[in-house]
């Protein structure tokens, strides 16, 4: 068949010349790679989702919240205990009185507990809290805090920075990979463009791109991305389209009161909406072909 006369083939992939990221290179591994966090497992052909509030407020707030998400079938809670704040005058999170609090909610209902790692002082500490780190958008390269978790054994979210491309996250990856942890997953969360309708621009085409690059998983916060309640649905389920192996939402049970991202953060009954919508897309699990570029 003739093609188009403005359309030039593509150029070979280059593949004598290996990818920088060589551990996370979808070249790695046979196949995609799933990540074990306590039992539940991230990737692989069922949706994973991380629900709740921004941060712990006080334990009343978070096992009401960690109920109606349990209820509605999230898998793991999130709830900051050490918040990056852009102000020094923000709520700053509760710090060990919150993992104490998420210790409460890993009993009574048997979620697992992701908490964000700020410096590598706090590493002890969440070790004994928490089933799955994560690293925040604002140090997703800071190169020595990766390579701290990448020396502890738990597995890690590791956010896209809000300037990083594509490949310089690929890279941070690296950074834990190489010190022996191989349980990381990617978490596209927006980029900083010149649109100030939304908090940040969520970058979906960087999902389909991972998929194609690398063997690990790959998660999406629509919470962060958009920084508008009623634009999570829509964009949760465009990131399942994408090829997302895991949603991390933000749930507050009274949003107005939160003291932190409450804008952001869907009621539980639209959080019971967005589960249904989701599960909707995908009844039967994902397909889990490897996309080949
Ligand atoms: C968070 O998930 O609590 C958070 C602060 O997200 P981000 O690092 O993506 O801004
Ligand atoms: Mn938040």
Redesign the pocket.
């Known amino acids: 068949m003739d093609t188009l006369p403005h359309y030039k083939s593509p150029q070979p992939a280059e593949e004598s010349i290996p990818p920088p990221y060589k551990l996370a290179s979808i070249h790695a591994h046979q196949g995609y790679s799933t990540v074990d966090v306590s039992g539940t497992t991230i990737g692989g052909n069922k949706l994973a989702v991380v629900a709740g509030p921004?941060?712990i407020e006080d334990a009343k707030q978070a096992l009401n919240i960690a109920r109606e998400v349990k209820k509605h079938g999230a898998d793991l809670f999130?709830g900051?205990a050490f918040?990056?704040r852009t102000s020094p005058y923000s709520f700053q999170g509760l710090g060990i009185k919150a993992l104490n609090i998420l210790d409460e909610v890993r009993a009574e209902t048997g979620l697992k507990i992701v908490n964000?790692i700020m410096s590598a002082s706090q590493s002890d500490v969440l070790l004994k809290h928490v089933d799955v780190l994560?690293?925040?958008?604002?140090?997703?390269q800071n190169f020595e805090l990766l390579k701290c978790v990448g020396q502890m054994r738990k597995p890690v979210i590791l956010?896209?920075g809000?300037a990083t491309t594509i490949e310089e996250w690929l890279l941070s990856a690296e950074y834990i990979l190489s010190e022996g942890n191989t349980q990381v997953i990617f978490?596209e969360?927006?980029i900083r463009t010149f649109e100030p309708y939304t908090r940040n621009t969520i970058d979906l085409s960087a999902v389909a791109l991972l998929k194609t690059l690398t063997h690990l998983p790959v998660m999406v916060?629509p919470?962060?991305a958009t920084g508008l309640r009623e634009l999570v649905i829509p964009m949760a389920k465009a990131s399942v389209a994408a090829g997302a192996d895991a949603l991390?939402v933000?749930v507050h049970t009274d949003p107005d009161a939160a003291l932190s991202?409450g804008r952001q953060s869907l009621y539980p009954e639209q959080f019971e909406q967005l589960m249904y919508e989701v599960n909707l897309m995908a009844p039967f699990g994902r397909s889990q072909s490897v996309v080949h570029n």
Do not use: L, T
Not at 134 to 140: H, L, P
């Open positions: 921004c941060a999130r900051g918040k990056p964000e994560q690293i925040g958008s604002r140090n997703a956010k896209r809000f978490c969360r927006g916060d919470s962060h991390m933000e991202d």
